[in-house]
């Protein structure tokens, strides 16, 4: 297997995990000081990875939750938004200019600000009432089931987050063998598929944000692969009549409460196109993880499965994914 | 011009107008019982069509609003939802399967709904409780404006609706207008780029549901025009990386709050693609429309200009606007 260190997999996975109590101590003061709306903000990639805690929320709670991209709410605002409010934000860098306007925009507001930084000291940590920062720590999402799952239970909605929480201990060794057991169907995506022209991804639910943000942060950003991406549920609207036997299509299938979406494409394409291809977190064993928090985790194995895809297309195409024409290059 | 009827395009957006007491009565009955929630859900195209409501809604009232897909809302739901909210579904057939699933959902649920349908007699009008149908009537957004606009009336937020409303009267002349303006412009569009093999397609704010359902909904499902579609601030976080020479990039600016945005995809753009087209409401007159109301009417403008670019690739392409290879000639 290229670039890959199952021993590093782990230790990114504990660096977060052993922090469990700091982080979840956010959403004891953000409960203690009470909220009217818990508002998710960034842009890209970040915003991508945050939106299914504002799905989970709104699928098993009746707290109120929205979410925005930062550029977005910089001119048109969010009339939800109070003094009350608290907002998360996410930034690999720490200074994604969009998302440092946004954090400055609320703090004037009086809105509270969690942020979730890949670097310490970082101008979005400079401007929050509790930051946290995971470093060489993954996945991401981690932290925000300590934040999210943890002001859940604090406000009477996810009575198992205690236990959901304790059976996170073991993934990261679990999503190290979902890579091992992956990989060789991702190679020979990555090798059939690299040089198509045209690449249609389908998501759903807690997976759209991945189906979204993968095309479009990793195959077009890192690869320049040309995608376009689309819910499993608005496929059916208008790109299904570009299906083809010569259409390269992708869908990903997990386990949340929108997969039957999924499985309506699934069976509409699988006998049309000639390059369809289905990745399905439910394809893979979990060791240690029990079955009903499976429906949890869609977005982390999904993520772990897709690494698999760049880690491969990078060496097969010699193409590396920190390669950018643009991003860092010139102002814009 | 081809299949262009500037007397039956005045003709239908009268058919609308004309109509505009009977539609604000709606409004009226709306805010006299009272709302906790305006929910905006359908599918599609549809959809997509009422999302400038849920945007102007946010960026000029605090009235609460929200919206969703009709598939997605039927396995998610909404948790803001109440049986004091009110929804609205529009459907130009009338009985699109999963707007029909979600308007039952709803009246289970006791919220009141609302529909704009294209048929008179059609299944969802026979589930709502306010229904219009504007048959040939045109634009779609007219009917809203009655709706949503005397809303915010009635609810001290929109004090010049009424000066507003009268001041549409004219519009569809204007829009007829507009469409002899610009389709010098969209047959040129048509014949450079009807066989580009990707198109990216770029908007923001109330044009983005435009930038969505157009790419998806004429150049995907009419035309079978290979696009993606993003918004001009997530375009500059990895789609920005496929921009080159070669590639086919357009963007469409309105006049609303996040013309900026678009501004900024347009400056940057505009040296690194040599297929690089801006479609602009600023560009067309509206002869006899205030200035301070053009800010309302970006997408039925934009969608004026539009037709006329399907309207030239039908003839240009001999490709009728009509021909599906799936859409009811199968079952899924």
């Given at each position: 297997m290229v670039t890959f260190d199952e021993k590093a997999i782990i230790r990114n996975y504990e660096y977060i995990y052993n922090q469990r109590e700091t982080i979840e101590k956010i959403a004891d003061d953000v409960c203690a000081e009470g909220f009217d709306l818990l508002f998710f903000t960034s842009s890209g990639g970040s915003k991508a990875m945050m939106e299914p805690f504002n799905h989970y929320l709104n699928v098993y709670t009746k707290l109120p939750t929205d979410s925005m991209v930062s550029a977005d709410f910089l001119l048109t605002g969010c009339n939800r938004l109070t003094d009350k409010s608290v907002a998360f934000l996410t930034s690999k860098s720490g200074d994604t200019k969009e998302t440092i306007k946004c954090a400055e925009k609320l703090k004037e507001m009086g809105v509270r600000i969690v942020s979730v930084c890949g670097v310490e000291n970082s101008k979005l940590a400079a401007l929050s009432d509790y930051t946290f920062a995971y470093l060489d720590g993954r996945p991401q999402e981690l932290v925000f089931w300590f934040?999210?799952?943890?002001?859940?239970?604090?406000?009477?909605?996810?009575?198992?987050?205690?236990?959901?929480?304790?059976?996170?201990?073991?993934?990261?060794?679990?999503?190290?063998?979902?890579?091992?057991?992956?990989?060789?169907?991702?190679?020979?995506?990555?090798?059939?598929?690299?040089?198509?022209?045209?690449?249609?991804?389908?998501?759903?639910?807690?997976?759209w944000p991945t189906a979204y943000s993968y095309s479009m942060c990793v195959l077009e950003e890192s690869l320049w692969i040309r995608t376009k991406s689309v819910t499993s549920a608005e496929f059916f609207h208008g790109t299904l009549?570009?299906?083809?036997?010569?259409?390269?299509?992708?869908?990903?299938?997990?386990?949340?409460?929108?997969?039957?979406?999924?499985?309506?494409?699934?069976?509409?394409?699988?006998?049309?196109?000639?390059?369809?291809?289905?990745?399905?977190?439910?394809?893979?064993?979990?060791?240690?993880?029990?079955?009903?928090y499976r429906k949890y985790l869609s977005p982390i194995v999904m993520g772990a499965i897709l690494q698999r895809i760049g880690k491969n297309a990078e060496v097969l195409m010699d193409h590396s994914l920190e390669i950018r024409r643009y991003y860092r290059k010139s102002e814009y």
């Open positions: 934040i999210i799952g943890k002001i859940m239970y604090n406000c009477g909605y996810f009575p198992d987050y205690p236990d959901f929480a304790d059976n996170l201990r073991g993934l990261g060794k679990a999503l190290a063998q979902v890579r091992i057991d992956c990989d060789e169907k991702c190679r020979k995506y990555a090798a059939d598929y690299g040089y198509e022209p045209y690449n249609i991804w389908i998501g759903s639910g807690d997976l009549e570009l299906v083809d036997k010569d259409v390269c299509v992708t869908l990903i299938l997990g386990e949340g409460v929108t997969r039957s979406q999924d499985e309506r494409v699934r069976d509409f394409v699988k006998g049309l196109s000639d390059k369809f291809t289905c990745f399905d977190t439910k394809d893979y064993r979990l060791e240690g993880i029990k079955e009903e």
